[in-house]
């Protein structure tokens, strides 16, 4: 092939300004640690939990990084502006927006009230929506990625869990429209089912009941909190991939 039809390879831009929701424990925590390097800024965003978000922004800060925190209880409707402004007052435009935090309310649907309802989708879904929206407007820019924790539940469903399902449902398809949207500005949109995993989502599940649930997976294990931030590292540098869904353990869909 001559010199003209040689494909150049395309080198990544690196992440300078990572914000991570739900960061203060688990596999919120575990993303932006995974982000941090000498010379990126880390947005660690928490509900209640101060303590879990300062550890989270100590064991960034060792890896070299900067962080600051964002206090935003995501169950207030208007709570997320919180994060907008955190973001608009750092030096470097947003390069990485992870869509982490979340609620599950393990209930069966006959015993939800409307409140239960109102509170997961409000955590999970609504807040998401607007804190997406609002950045998409003047923070995020050409190859910044947007990548929303999302769930296998909600492509199929679990006794107990509806109001997490539909809210998880719901963030697959904000993914796959924002993705239309936001493509042709050059912004990546894509979403992670990481699994099982043992983190406060899964806090009201006995031992047995999390070995038999994992015990789904074909190889007979499910991922770790570490393993799933390194992909969503990875997916961060990808430059022609959107509106896609990863599974990020073995269990089928179906």
């Known amino acids: 092939m001559g010199r003209g039809s040689e494909m150049r390879a395309e080198v990544p831009r690196p992440a300078r300004h990572v914000v ?5 424990g688990g596999l919120g925590q575990a993303c932006a640690v995974a982000f941090a390097a000498p010379g990126v800024c880390v947005g660690v965003h928490y509900g209640r939990n101060l303590a879990g ?7 960034v800060e060792d890896r070299g990084a900067t962080a600051y925190l964002v206090e935003a209880d995501f169950r207030v409707a208007d709570a997320w502006r919180a994060v907008v402004d955190a973001i ?8 990485v927006l992870l869509l982490n935090a979340g609620l599950s309310l393990p209930k069966r649907i006959v015993n939800m009230s409307e409140e239960d309802w109102d509170t997961v989708l409000q955590v999970n879904y609504r807040s998401h929506v607007a804190l997406l929206e609002a950045c998409a407007v003047n923070l995020l820019r050409a190859g910044s990625h947007v990548l929303a ?8 469903g679990e006794i107990g869990l509806s109001a997490y399902a539909a809210s998880k449902g719901a963030l697959i398809g904000l ?8 493509g042709p500005r050059g912004i990546c949109v894509n979403a ?11 806090a009201n599940m006995s031992d047995e009941q999390f070995a038999a649930a994992v015990g789904e997976n074909a190889l007979g294990h499910g991922s770790t909190c570490e393993e799933v931030a390194r992909v969503a590292v990875f997916i ?11 599974a990020l353990d073995s269990r089928l869909r179906l």
Not at 88 to 95: A, F, K, M, V
Not at 236 to 246: P, R
Request: aromatic letters at 4%; hydrophobic letters at 40%.
């Open 88 to 95: 608009g007052e750092q030096s470097y435009p947003l390069d």
């Open 53 to 59: 978000a300062r550890e989270t922004a100590r064991r």
């Open 236 to 246: 961060a540098t990808l430059q022609n991939v959107s509106g896609q869904v990863f």
């Open 149 to 156: 924790v999302a769930s296998l539940v909600g492509l199929r």
């Open 192 to 202: 992670i089912l990481p699994g099982l995993l043992r983190t406060g989502i899964t």
């Open 20 to 24: 991570v929701t739900g960061a203060s």
């Open 175 to 182: 993914v796959q429209d924002a993705a239309r949207r936001l």
